[in-house]
């Protein structure tokens, strides 16, 4: 599966796909922040340990993933 990933990095002239899937990565963490914002501002009694853990471990994962995103944005452009 990841040969066929990699393939489509490579898919028209440019790194247009390249790009494409940056900004869309980008745009769903934007999202996933801003989701669990409105979670920890919303005032709600049915608020349980459950949907705080879950809402930590999903804000761990997004971070993660913004900067695995960079990494990857970062070494591709120096060449690595």
């Known amino acids: ?21 940056v900004v869309l990565t980008y745009a769903i963490w934007l999202m996933g922040v801003t989701f669990i914002f409105l979670i ?3 005032k709600s009694g049915d608020y349980n340990v459950l949907v705080a853990s879950l809402s930590i471990v ?3 994962l997004l971070v993660l993933g913004f900067l695995w995103t960079t990494f990857i944005i970062i070494a591709g452009m120096s060449g690595l």
């Not at 489509?8 to 390249?18: E, F, K, V």
């Open 1 to 21: 599966m990841s040969t066929l990933f990699q393939t489509m990095a490579y898919w028209g002239n440019n790194l247009i796909w390249y790009w494409v899937g």
């Open 40 to 42: 920890f501002t919303k």
């Open 58 to 60: 999903s804000g761990i």
